[in-house]
T-cell receptor, first 114, second 114 residues
Framework: DTAVSQTPKYLVTQMGNDKSIKCEQNLGHDTMYWYKQDSKKFLKIMFSYNNKELIINETVPNRFSPKSPDKAHLNLHINSLELGDSAVYFC?????????????FGPGTRLTVL | AQSVTQLGSHVSVSEGALVLLRCNYSSSVPPYLFWYVQYPNQGLQLLLKYTTGATLVKGINGFEAEFKKSETSFHLTKPSAHMSDAAEYFCAVSEPSNTGKLIFGQGTTLQVKP
């Protein structure tokens, strides 16, 4: 059984398009995250939701909008895609937002903007 | 502000040799420290973590790390490398909070030669 799943796994699109990435966890966790991994493999947190409430919102362009319809889902919508948005996006979840908790990562979505 | 530095973006060892991956951090408060591993085309998986208590922590797959406050270090070691250990390794730090925010180092690629 997949713990944290993301769809799609690969996403190739043109500049200016709008796209969404979906994330679901079946671990019963109440906190979910989005990370961006760039071409140099550097990982940076983008957003975090706890019980559907936004608790971390890093300096991310407002073209990126997370949405959490329930505790098990955290989707990422990106408007007006740019070349620099090309990266691997990872969803993660943890039992609570407490920082000592292990975060469980999804397999990633590789976004390529042409 | 917190930061993590991993010395050596690429480490190469022979199978059976000692693995040593270096991590230094900066934090204004006693941190929580983590090592994650990323196998090719996969998400991250927790190897081990330090929160409080014993400074030598043991993780999965024979890895261990020691928290040294005086040196602000959390180096990862394994006595004998296996071919399956070849992967990307990330050190991460967080401050005690309810946000779960992780700050990652830039990663170290471990190559294991037969």
């Amino acid at each position: 059984d997949t713990a944290v799943s993301q769809t799609p796994k690969y996403l190739v699109t043109q500049m200016g398009n709008d796209k969404s990435i979906k994330c679901e966890q079946n671990l019963g966790h109440d906190t979910m995250y989005w990370y961006k991994q760039d071409s140099k493999k550097f990982l940076k947190i983008m957003f975090s939701y706890n019980n559907k409430e936004l608790i971390i919102n890093e300096t991310v362009p407002n073209r990126f909008s997370p949405k959490s319809p329930d505790k098990a889902h955290l989707n990422l919508h990106i408007n007006s895609l740019e070349l620099g948005d090309s990266a691997v996006y990872f969803c993660a979840s943890s039992l609570t937002g407490d920082s000592y908790n292990e975060q469980f990562f999804g397999p990633g979505t590789r976004l390529t903007v042409l | 502000a917190q930061s993590v530095t991993q010395l050596g973006s690429h480490v190469s060892v022979s199978e059976g040799a000692l693995v040593l991956l270096r991590c230094n951090y900066s934090s204004s408060v006693p941190p929580y420290l983590f090592w994650y591993v990323q196998y090719p085309n996969q998400g991250l998986q927790l190897l081990l973590k330090y929160t409080t208590g014993a400074t030598l922590v043991k993780g999965i797959n024979g890895f261990e790390a020691e928290f040294k406050k005086s040196e602000t270090s959390f180096h990862l070691t394994k006595p004998s490398a296996h071919m399956s250990d070849a992967a990307e390794y990330f050190c991460a730090v967080s401050e005690p909070s309810n946000t779960g925010k992780l700050i990652f180092g830039q990663g170290t690629t471990l190559q294991v030669k037969p």
